[in-house]
């Protein structure tokens, strides 16, 4: 239901875009974020944005350096990300809920992770 793409590898200081696209659903119905797992340690919200694109949030180590947006006539969103670092390696996820309860979550759908690598 949804799809997360885009993952690679990049130098540290490059950029990378995911993007999210919902299957079976209409994504402008749904407050979306990304989050992210790195090996040995829990999944950590990244960024998040409302219903129609006007509000976002950003996790403190990313802000400034990645960007989320939406287009809901796509039914997507992405998650620009610039001035890449080692430690933002990880699985990638993004997420999909109704009622937004906190950025933390509980989030009503989840994608299946792509991988983001930055060497150093």
């Known amino acids: 239901q949804l799809q997360a793409s885009g993952g690679g590898l990049v130098q540290a200081g490059g950029s990378l875009g995911l993007s999210c696209t919902a299957s079976?659903?209409?994504?402008?119905?749904?407050?979306v974020a990304w989050f992210r797992q790195a090996p040995g340690k829990e999944r950590e919200f990244v960024a998040g944005?409302?219903?129609?694109?006007?509000?976002?949030k950003y996790a403190d180590s990313v802000k400034g350096r990645f960007t989320i947006s939406r287009d809901n006539d796509k039914n997507a969103a992405y998650l620009q990300m610039n001035s890449l670092k080692p430690e933002d390696t990880a699985v990638y996820y993004c997420?999909?809920?109704?009622?937004?309860?906190?950025?933390?979550?509980?989030?009503?759908?989840w994608g299946q992770g792509t991988q983001v690598t930055v060497s150093s």
């Open positions: 997420a999909a809920v109704v009622h937004l309860r906190s950025w933390g979550g509980p989030y009503d759908y």
């Open positions: 944005i409302y219903w129609s694109g006007t509000s976002t």
């Open positions: 079976g659903r209409t994504l402008s119905d749904y407050v």
